[in-house]
């Protein structure tokens, strides 16, 4: 065992941050396959609430370990604004998860990035320069073309996870902002709290008492939905976004795998040539983004 953390401390920290980040592609895409199998037979406003309240019950352990000043330091404020974007976001992604392929969800959300940097522009005053654009602009594209308005009958599933995908874009932004000053698994878990808030009225109007094996799934959904953020964020934490950006894409092939294998799915030419052109749109962005933080880190630099 110590042979292996030793390895593991020797490896660069871009190539552990890859790792972290497919860690939780993979486990974000088993959380999935599993929401998919609860939805035939429960609403997807109750697995949300019970998705997050066990979330919640996963992330005491860190709130135990945090101190009085970390309390302190926190921004209830943007926390509860987060939240209630958020649960929303939430509640329709599980609404998309049971109507539309595993792979299609993945695919939409993806464009989640492209809408942070509309997010940027708007909460954070960042510049975006005519490339940048270009490449929000083709990632809009990509989404289209993946719904195909016009062409076919759009599912009010997949508006739903269109809906929901700047939603997510806004909380990531300001998931960033808090990190500022705080830690990222009490961001995470301040997030579990007010989103059971936020789910919880509505689940209550459609509440029907699960069975144990819906009780056992979706306590297993928390678990591996929570692990999937905390590798994830400990990926963003040790490397370059612009190095784990590709590493996150692999998601979308564990969802096509795991949509085939467990329920038939498989995605449309349409799907695969609109998500195409969304993560190469991610992909430049992210490598923007990379260059930016370079060229001010430099310039940041004391010069003697």
């Not at 939430?90 to 809408?115: C, D, H, K, N, Q």
């Not at 300001?174 to 009490?186: D, N, Q, T, Y």
């Not at 894409?249 to 609109?274: D, K, R, S, Y």
Request: glycine share 6%; net charge positive.
């Amino acid at each position: 065992m110590d042979a292996i953390k030793s390895q593991w401390a020797d490896l660069p920290p871009n190539v552990r941050g890859i790792l972290w980040v497919v860690l939780s592609g993979l486990l974000f895409a088993s959380f999935m396959a599993i929401v998919r199998h609860v939805g035939t037979t429960m609403n997807p406003i109750q697995m949300s609430f019970i998705r997050y309240a066990f979330g919640m019950l996963f992330m005491l352990p860190f709130f135990m370990r945090m101190q009085l000043s970390d309390f302190r330091a926190a921004n209830i404020k943007l926390h509860a604004t987060r939240g209630i974007l958020h649960g929303l976001a939430v509640m329709m992604w599980f609404y998309a998860m049971s109507r539309i392929p595993i792979a299609e969800v993945t695919a939409l959300g993806f464009t989640s990035p492209i809408f942070a940097t509309i997010a940027a522009v708007l909460l954070l005053g960042e510049r975006i320069r005519l490339r940048r654009m270009v490449a929000v602009l083709g990632g809009l594209l990509g989404a289209l073309i993946i719904l195909r308005p016009g062409a076919a009958i759009i599912d009010p599933g997949a508006m739903a996870m269109l809906v929901a995908a700047p939603i997510f874009a806004f909380s990531d932004v300001m998931a960033k902002l808090l990190m500022r000053k705080e830690s990222g698994p009490a961001v995470v878990g301040y997030l579990s709290i007010f989103v059971t808030l936020v789910t919880m009225v509505p689940a209550l109007y459609v509440w029907r008492a699960p069975t144990p094996e819906e009780w056992a799934l979706m306590a297993l959904t928390a678990f591996i939905a929570t692990l999937g953020h905390l590798a994830m964020v400990q990926g963003f934490k040790l490397a370059e976004v612009s190095v784990t950006q590709p590493a996150k894409f692999l998601q979308l092939i564990w969802a096509t795998l795991i949509g085939f294998l467990l329920f038939g799915e498989f995605p449309t030419v349409w799907t695969w040539i609109g998500a195409a052109i969304v993560v190469a749109a991610v992909s430049y962005i992210a490598h923007r983004e990379a260059v930016a933080r370079r060229h001010d880190q430099r310039h940041d630099q004391p010069h003697e």
